[in-house]
RNA sequence: GGCCCGUUGGUCAAGCGGUUAAGACACCGGCCUCUCACGCCGGUAACACCAGUUCGAUUCUGGUACGGGUCACCA
């Protein structure tokens, strides 16, 4: 085990935090948590054309929802541009990086000859004189580090295992934009070393052009961190064909999620099981404080995982389900008072509601057939189970109605005792004359409780309304 | 296209040379129940392919296929 360990998580501020970036934050996270390190937020905003207002808002406001808590930072790239400006001299003067010239039309040129991929590395032969002459004429230039043209760069990623790339597939990347600005290839590398990173943890994306960060290392004669390099999170579309989890997959945004009604906790316990799995237990239920706790890195998976809603759902609705009827019910109540009238026993139709959602947002659709009138299929009342039929159900109907118009009380109990006794006396099973009236009542099949709870929530003058209307639809059309 | 990575049921996954190849979601069936849901019980379903190593390969090696990633003055 090591001591000292130190992870970080280097979003750039796009306004969104994508949930495969989550996942990266989380796992960086419980990587140094789980060895008693630390983790550090930094802010890669060296993107100027993509600045996006309030994005750091969202990403520190993201991570503590989601229970993770950094140990410094955040950190903020771009109040740091001296810094790099100072490396980048550096490695000038010590011939790991040169100036260039190029235009862009010459560089586009150079695309369009040379088809994808590459510098030609042209400015790399300027002599000291003509670097002089064109700083002196004020031109624009970039910085770009000086690969290697031969031989191997190989490293060994905690995943992955030895990972070795030709220095040929390395292209003389911009460390220092026109603008002044760094490219991430080169400022994360300095951050990482400044701000004593032992562990990198990222996506998988990065894999290969790591060996272009670990020369960045040796040119400056600095220990290379340990890379960890993660399977990415992929998304099924509607053809069964896979690809990077992206918006065209549904909502994929932490914030996005939470406006659907998932619970942060439900959200954070799936993906961190989204490419690690714990050893020697079977346990799927997790705290982040647990987590924190059993976290390895050898529970890592190697392969990218698809995104699987349903099984987010099914975490939701065991998350609900462990919710307290208050909490529940605190929630739930305010959604229920805007889309019914109040005078509705909204306490009771959120009792029935909590364990039947799986997400918040179900609530409208599960709740529709109580404001709307929905068109009935004379097919609902055709139960195989229960032995109904449309001209059964009519006779049961005919037969209850004047029974609950006469019903003193009108609540659950009273009224399962009501119809109770009808049954009996009628010889009738309680689970058709159920059918029945649940059905009438609510025009749909499935519904959040029973017949006699469905009648409470209504009230007696609604239950009695659309019995009587269900009985002329059953007399005219069965 | 070059390079790199990956491949156990529809999905997430355990497995780390010998197993009846776990478990979870979804799906199907049953029980419970005044419906649905919940809960409980049960079921269908997988080692991509071909060689090699080995007494023995899901597990090791090579190739093929398929999938993914990457080749920016984006991160």
Request: hydrophobic share 35%; glycine share 6%; aromatic share 10%.
């Amino acid at each position: 085990m090591q001591t000292n360990i130190k992870t970080r998580f280097a979003p750039s501020p796009t306004g969104y935090m994508h949930i495969g970036n989550l996942r990266t934050a989380l796992y960086s996270y419980l990587l140094a948590k789980s060895q008693g390190g630390k983790f550090v937020l930094r802010i890669e905003d060296t993107d100027r054309s993509r600045l996006v207002e309030g994005a750091v808002e969202v990403i520190v406001d993201t991570l503590k929802t989601a229970g993770i808590e950094y140990d410094e930072g955040p950190y903020v790239q771009s109040e740091r541009l001296d810094i790099y400006r100072e490396y980048a001299e550096k490695l000038i003067e010590s011939g790991h990086a040169y100036r260039c010239f190029c235009t862009q039309e010459r560089l586009d040129s150079l695309k369009d000859e040379k088809g994808i991929g590459g510098y030609d590395g042209f400015c790399r032969s300027l002599t000291p004189e003509q670097v002089r002459e064109n700083l002196d004429k004020k031109l624009p230039y970039v910085i770009r580090q000086k690969m290697p043209d031969k031989g191997v760069t190989k490293y060994t990623d905690m995943i992955y295992g030895e990972v070795a790339i030709d220095n040929s597939e390395l292209n003389d990347q911009i460390l220092i934009k026109a603008d002044g600005y760094p490219t991430y290839n080169f400022c994360h590398v300095i951050d990482d070393y400044l701000m004593g990173i032992t562990h990198v943890i990222r996506g998988n994306e990065y894999l290969v052009s790591t060996p272009k960060y670990c020369l960045l290392y040796d040119a400056f004669g600095w220990d290379r961190p340990v890379y960890v390099h993660l399977p990415l999170l992929m998304g099924k579309d509607g053809d069964g064909n896979v690809s990077k989890l992206s918006k065209r997959h549904g909502a994929v945004s932490f914030q996005d999620l939470l406006a659907e009604g998932y619970l942060p906790e439900a959200v954070v316990n799936y993906i961190a099981l989204l490419g690690w799995c714990p050893k020697d237990t079977n346990q799927e239920f997790f705290t982040i404080k647990e987590l924190e706790k059993l976290f390895s890195m050898d529970g890592i998976s190697k392969s990218p995982a698809v995104f699987d809603y349903e099984k987010l759902r099914w975490f939701n609705s065991e998350y609900i389900k462990k919710m307290s009827d208050e909490e529940f019910d605190n929630r739930t109540i305010p959604v229920l008072e805007k889309l019914l009238s109040s005078d509705m026993n909204l306490k009771r139709l959120s009792g029935l509601l909590h364990t039947r959602i799986s997400a918040f947002s179900d609530i409208e659709d599960s709740v529709k057939f109580i404001t709307e009138l929905q068109p009935v299929d004379m097919s609902f009342y055709t139960n195989k189970k229960n032995k109904t039929t449309p001209e059964i159900c009519r006779d049961i109907l005919a037969d209850c109605l004047p029974i609950l118009e006469q019903a003193e009380k009108w609540d659950n109990d009273s009224l399962f005792a009501v119809l109770k006794e009808y049954c009996a006396n009628s010889g009738r099973k309680a689970g058709a004359v159920m059918w029945a009236v649940r059905v009438a009542v609510a025009r749909q099949t499935v519904t959040p409780g029973g017949a006699t709870e469905l009648m409470d929530i209504f009230g007696r003058e609604k239950s009695i309304e659309r019995i009587k209307l269900a009985l002329s639809e059953l007399s005219e059309n069965a």
